[in-house]
């Protein structure tokens, strides 16, 4: 299984383009990369998946490079409701997908 | 139409008492996956279901922890003999399909408080 790493925390301000890098260096030919919001005392909301080049959604972008051993989401004009923890996940093994510890964003006024 | 839910949102037990923790997932959703997540930590896998038949129980923590999905729909996890260790938010989730990289809609979590 793909081990992830992605920044403990993050800070921006409203309006700004959040870019979150998650790194794989291990990522196998059939894994999808994976991005995944949780606010607190919800569960985790999907927000995008990808396998290689851009993904566009109405949420995010994901952008993946060539060699696919890392990717960038990518968040427009973030606002105070942004603020969230973000997942980085790989591909699945074994009947289960695995969740780091993922990226704390904070988003100032 | 109605997402997963789950309940009790919040349980407070006392240690050694035996608690039962319930998903609804979304209707005609294959797969279901039960998650236990500590605060300031990223979910963990504890559990998955596919229909009624559970393929994979490799994350529950100990023989304490029993998970049922019966008639393929809700499903219960039971932690007997609750541990203070046990605290935790409970997370369920269902996808449509059985591929595990297909989207998981989760629940909004039990929150379990052992005294």
């Known amino acids: 299984l793909a081990k992830t790493t992605q920044p403990i925390s993050m800070d921006s301000y409203e309006g700004q383009e959040v870019n979150i890098t998650c790194s794989h260096n291990?990522?196998?030919?059939?894994?999808?990369i994976t991005w995944y919001q949780q606010f607190p005392s919800q569960g985790p909301r999907f927000i995008i998946q990808?396998?290689?080049t851009k993904v566009t959604n109405e949420v995010a972008s994901l952008f993946i490079p060539a060699d696919r051993k890392s990717s960038t989401l990518s968040l427009p004009r973030v606002s105070l409701s942004d603020t969230a923890v973000y997942y980085c996940?790989?591909?699945?093994?074994?009947?289960?997908?695995?969740f780091g510890k993922g990226t704390r964003l904070h988003i100032l006024p | 139409g109605a997402g997963v839910s789950q309940s009790p949102r919040y349980k407070v037990a006392k240690r050694g008492q035996d608690v039962a923790l319930r998903c609804d997932p979304i209707?005609?959703?294959?797969?279901l996956f039960w998650y236990q997540q500590a605060l300031g930590q990223g979910p963990e896998f504890l559990t998955y279901?596919?229909?009624?038949?559970?393929?994979?129980k490799s994350g529950l923590p100990s023989d304490r922890f029993f998970a049922e999905r019966p008639e393929g729909s809700v499903s219960t996890l039971k932690i007997q003999r609750t541990q203070q260790e046990d605290s935790a938010v409970y997370l369920c989730?269902?996808?449509?399909?059985?591929?595990?990289?297909?989207?998981?809609?989760f629940g909004p979590g039990t929150r379990l408080l052992v005294l």
């Open positions: 989730a269902s996808s449509l399909l059985v591929a595990l990289q297909e989207t998981q809609y």
């Open positions: 291990n990522i196998a030919t059939n894994d999808y």
């Open positions: 990808g396998y290689k």
């Open positions: 996940l790989v591909g699945a093994r074994d009947d289960k997908i695995i």
């Open positions: 209707s005609g959703h294959v797969s």
């Open positions: 279901f596919q229909n009624e038949a559970q393929l994979d």
